[in-house]
T-cell receptor, first 116, second 114 residues
Protein backbone atom coordinates (compact mmCIF):
# COMPACT_ATOMS: atom_id res chain seq x y z
CA UNK A 1 0.00 0.00 0.00
CA UNK A 2 0.96 3.66 -0.24
CA UNK A 3 1.60 5.88 2.78
CA UNK A 4 0.04 9.30 2.30
CA UNK A 5 0.66 12.30 4.55
CA UNK A 6 -1.55 15.35 4.48
CA UNK A 7 -0.91 18.70 6.13
CA UNK A 8 -2.50 20.46 7.89
CA UNK A 9 -4.73 17.90 9.54
CA UNK A 10 -7.02 20.64 10.83
CA UNK A 11 -7.35 24.38 10.53
CA UNK A 12 -9.72 27.18 11.31
CA UNK A 13 -9.55 30.06 8.87
CA UNK A 14 -11.13 33.47 8.45
CA UNK A 15 -13.38 34.02 5.48
CA UNK A 16 -11.66 35.66 2.54
CA UNK A 17 -8.32 33.98 3.24
CA UNK A 18 -6.74 31.04 1.43
CA UNK A 19 -5.35 27.75 2.69
CA UNK A 20 -2.92 25.39 0.96
CA UNK A 21 -3.10 21.70 1.77
CA UNK A 22 -0.13 19.47 1.08
CA UNK A 23 -0.15 15.80 0.14
CA UNK A 24 3.02 13.70 0.23
CA UNK A 25 3.25 10.07 -0.91
CA UNK A 26 6.01 7.65 0.01
CA UNK A 27 6.33 6.33 -3.54
CA UNK A 28 6.02 7.67 -7.05
CA UNK A 29 2.45 7.56 -8.34
CA UNK A 30 1.10 8.56 -11.69
CA UNK A 31 -2.32 9.69 -10.54
CA UNK A 32 -3.19 11.88 -7.57
CA UNK A 33 -6.69 13.16 -6.83
CA UNK A 34 -8.34 15.69 -4.55
CA UNK A 35 -11.76 15.09 -2.98
CA UNK A 36 -14.05 17.16 -0.81
CA UNK A 37 -16.39 15.80 1.85
CA UNK A 38 -18.86 18.33 3.18
CA UNK A 39 -20.32 17.73 6.66
CA UNK A 40 -22.49 14.62 6.70
CA UNK A 41 -22.07 14.08 2.97
CA UNK A 42 -20.33 11.70 0.65
CA UNK A 43 -17.04 12.40 -1.12
CA UNK A 44 -16.94 14.45 -4.32
CA UNK A 45 -14.00 14.52 -6.70
CA UNK A 46 -12.60 18.03 -7.18
CA UNK A 47 -9.83 17.37 -9.68
CA UNK A 48 -7.10 15.10 -10.93
CA UNK A 49 -3.60 16.44 -10.26
CA UNK A 50 -1.49 15.79 -13.33
CA UNK A 51 2.29 15.83 -13.09
CA UNK A 52 3.77 18.36 -15.47
CA UNK A 53 0.48 19.82 -16.67
CA UNK A 54 -2.62 21.60 -15.40
CA UNK A 55 -5.04 19.77 -13.19
CA UNK A 56 -8.24 18.41 -14.68
CA UNK A 57 -11.28 19.76 -12.83
CA UNK A 58 -14.67 18.13 -12.39
CA UNK A 59 -17.93 19.87 -13.09
CA UNK A 60 -18.60 22.55 -10.50
CA UNK A 61 -14.96 23.13 -9.58
CA UNK A 62 -12.68 25.76 -11.13
CA UNK A 63 -8.99 26.49 -11.06
CA UNK A 64 -9.37 30.00 -9.65
CA UNK A 65 -11.07 28.64 -6.56
CA UNK A 66 -9.04 25.44 -6.16
CA UNK A 67 -5.60 25.88 -7.72
CA UNK A 68 -3.59 22.67 -7.68
CA UNK A 69 0.10 22.00 -8.07
CA UNK A 70 1.83 18.73 -8.91
CA UNK A 71 5.54 19.42 -9.16
CA UNK A 72 6.62 15.77 -9.05
CA UNK A 73 5.35 12.21 -8.77
CA UNK A 74 5.18 12.19 -4.94
CA UNK A 75 3.69 15.57 -4.02
CA UNK A 76 0.68 17.76 -4.69
CA UNK A 77 -0.98 20.80 -3.15
CA UNK A 78 -4.56 22.03 -3.19
CA UNK A 79 -5.34 25.64 -2.35
CA UNK A 80 -8.81 26.70 -1.24
CA UNK A 81 -8.99 30.35 -2.24
CA UNK A 82 -11.04 33.25 -0.92
CA UNK A 83 -12.74 30.97 1.56
CA UNK A 84 -16.30 31.24 2.76
CA UNK A 85 -18.11 29.19 5.43
CA UNK A 86 -19.48 26.96 2.64
CA UNK A 87 -15.92 25.73 2.06
CA UNK A 88 -15.88 24.13 5.51
CA UNK A 89 -15.23 20.50 4.63
CA UNK A 90 -12.78 17.67 4.82
CA UNK A 91 -10.34 17.76 1.93
CA UNK A 92 -8.71 14.45 1.04
CA UNK A 93 -6.01 13.55 -1.40
CA UNK A 94 -5.86 10.09 -2.87
CA UNK A 95 -3.45 8.14 -5.01
CA UNK A 96 -3.84 5.39 -7.56
CA UNK A 97 -1.33 2.81 -6.40
CA UNK A 98 -0.26 -0.04 -8.63
CA UNK A 99 -0.12 -3.32 -6.77
CA UNK A 100 0.31 -6.97 -7.70
CA UNK A 101 -3.43 -7.49 -8.23
CA UNK A 102 -4.10 -4.19 -9.96
CA UNK A 103 -4.56 -0.55 -9.07
CA UNK A 104 -6.01 0.47 -5.71
CA UNK A 105 -6.98 3.89 -4.38
CA UNK A 106 -5.68 5.01 -1.01
CA UNK A 107 -6.60 8.17 0.88
CA UNK A 108 -4.64 10.56 3.02
CA UNK A 109 -5.82 11.28 6.55
CA UNK A 110 -7.75 14.31 5.39
CA UNK A 111 -7.58 18.01 6.21
CA UNK A 112 -10.47 19.28 8.33
CA UNK A 113 -11.16 22.87 7.38
CA UNK A 114 -13.49 25.21 9.24
CA UNK A 115 -14.09 28.70 7.84
CA UNK A 116 -15.43 31.30 10.24
CA UNK B 1 -20.49 9.47 -16.58
CA UNK B 2 -21.16 6.96 -13.85
CA UNK B 3 -24.32 7.16 -11.75
CA UNK B 4 -24.11 5.40 -8.41
CA UNK B 5 -26.90 4.58 -5.99
CA UNK B 6 -26.41 2.95 -2.64
CA UNK B 7 -29.05 1.34 -0.43
CA UNK B 8 -30.02 1.46 2.31
CA UNK B 9 -28.95 4.84 3.63
CA UNK B 10 -29.09 3.58 7.22
CA UNK B 11 -28.96 0.07 8.60
CA UNK B 12 -29.31 -1.07 12.18
CA UNK B 13 -28.56 -4.67 13.17
CA UNK B 14 -28.03 -6.64 16.33
CA UNK B 15 -24.53 -7.81 17.11
CA UNK B 16 -23.94 -11.16 15.45
CA UNK B 17 -26.43 -10.59 12.65
CA UNK B 18 -25.47 -10.04 9.01
CA UNK B 19 -25.58 -6.76 7.11
CA UNK B 20 -25.89 -6.28 3.36
CA UNK B 21 -25.43 -3.03 1.47
CA UNK B 22 -26.15 -2.78 -2.24
CA UNK B 23 -24.63 -0.48 -4.83
CA UNK B 24 -26.05 0.05 -8.31
CA UNK B 25 -23.97 1.64 -11.06
CA UNK B 26 -24.72 2.72 -14.60
CA UNK B 27 -21.54 2.29 -16.66
CA UNK B 28 -21.47 -1.22 -18.09
CA UNK B 29 -17.76 -0.80 -18.85
CA UNK B 30 -16.88 -0.45 -15.15
CA UNK B 31 -14.36 -3.07 -14.07
CA UNK B 32 -13.36 -2.14 -10.52
CA UNK B 33 -15.68 -2.13 -7.51
CA UNK B 34 -14.37 -1.03 -4.11
CA UNK B 35 -16.01 -0.59 -0.73
CA UNK B 36 -14.75 1.94 1.80
CA UNK B 37 -15.41 2.20 5.52
CA UNK B 38 -15.29 5.58 7.21
CA UNK B 39 -15.34 5.81 10.97
CA UNK B 40 -16.26 9.08 12.61
CA UNK B 41 -13.49 11.65 12.21
CA UNK B 42 -11.33 9.40 10.07
CA UNK B 43 -10.46 8.93 6.43
CA UNK B 44 -12.18 6.36 4.22
CA UNK B 45 -10.40 3.01 4.40
CA UNK B 46 -10.58 0.44 1.64
CA UNK B 47 -12.02 -2.74 3.16
CA UNK B 48 -12.57 -4.89 0.11
CA UNK B 49 -12.66 -4.59 -3.65
CA UNK B 50 -13.47 -6.78 -6.59
CA UNK B 51 -12.55 -6.68 -10.25
CA UNK B 52 -14.88 -7.62 -13.05
CA UNK B 53 -13.25 -10.95 -13.80
CA UNK B 54 -14.68 -12.55 -10.62
CA UNK B 55 -18.15 -12.71 -9.13
CA UNK B 56 -17.33 -12.90 -5.43
CA UNK B 57 -14.49 -12.15 -3.08
CA UNK B 58 -14.28 -12.88 0.61
CA UNK B 59 -12.01 -11.65 3.38
CA UNK B 60 -12.89 -13.15 6.77
CA UNK B 61 -16.27 -11.65 7.78
CA UNK B 62 -16.49 -9.37 4.76
CA UNK B 63 -17.48 -10.32 1.23
CA UNK B 64 -18.35 -8.53 -1.98
CA UNK B 65 -20.50 -9.98 -4.73
CA UNK B 66 -20.74 -8.61 -8.24
CA UNK B 67 -23.56 -8.95 -10.74
CA UNK B 68 -22.36 -7.34 -13.94
CA UNK B 69 -25.50 -8.15 -15.85
CA UNK B 70 -27.67 -6.28 -13.38
CA UNK B 71 -24.94 -3.70 -12.72
CA UNK B 72 -24.81 -3.94 -8.99
CA UNK B 73 -22.39 -5.11 -6.33
CA UNK B 74 -23.03 -5.75 -2.68
CA UNK B 75 -21.11 -5.68 0.58
CA UNK B 76 -21.83 -8.49 3.01
CA UNK B 77 -20.73 -8.38 6.64
CA UNK B 78 -21.35 -11.49 8.71
CA UNK B 79 -21.26 -11.87 12.50
CA UNK B 80 -21.36 -8.11 12.92
CA UNK B 81 -19.59 -6.50 15.85
CA UNK B 82 -19.97 -3.05 17.42
CA UNK B 83 -16.69 -1.95 15.79
CA UNK B 84 -18.30 -2.49 12.39
CA UNK B 85 -20.43 0.59 13.11
CA UNK B 86 -19.39 3.20 10.53
CA UNK B 87 -20.39 4.76 7.24
CA UNK B 88 -19.78 2.53 4.23
CA UNK B 89 -19.32 3.84 0.70
CA UNK B 90 -19.25 2.08 -2.62
CA UNK B 91 -17.11 3.92 -5.17
CA UNK B 92 -16.90 2.56 -8.70
CA UNK B 93 -14.63 4.56 -11.01
CA UNK B 94 -16.15 7.13 -13.33
CA UNK B 95 -14.49 5.60 -16.37
CA UNK B 96 -13.06 2.19 -17.05
CA UNK B 97 -9.29 2.03 -17.20
CA UNK B 98 -8.96 4.94 -14.77
CA UNK B 99 -9.28 3.48 -11.32
CA UNK B 100 -8.64 6.73 -9.50
CA UNK B 101 -11.64 8.84 -10.43
CA UNK B 102 -14.05 7.32 -7.97
CA UNK B 103 -17.72 8.17 -7.86
CA UNK B 104 -18.90 7.67 -4.30
CA UNK B 105 -22.32 6.44 -3.36
CA UNK B 106 -24.34 8.39 -0.83
CA UNK B 107 -23.10 6.21 2.01
CA UNK B 108 -24.75 3.74 4.37
CA UNK B 109 -24.62 4.36 8.10
CA UNK B 110 -24.38 0.98 9.79
CA UNK B 111 -25.16 0.72 13.47
CA UNK B 112 -24.44 -2.55 15.24
CA UNK B 113 -26.24 -2.77 18.56
CA UNK B 114 -24.54 -4.76 21.30
Amino acid sequence: SAVISQKPSRDICQRGTSLTIQCQVDSQVTMMFWYRQQPGQSLTLIATANQGSEATYESGFVIDKFPISRPNLTFSTLTVSNMSPEDSSIYLCSVDHRGSSGNTIYFGEGSWLTVV
Amino acid sequence: GENVEQHPSTLSVQEGDSAVIKCTYSDSASNYFPWYKQELGKRPQLIIDIRSNVGEKKDQRIAVTLNKTAKHFSLHITETQPEDSAVYFCAPPSCSGNTGKLIFGQGTTLQVKP
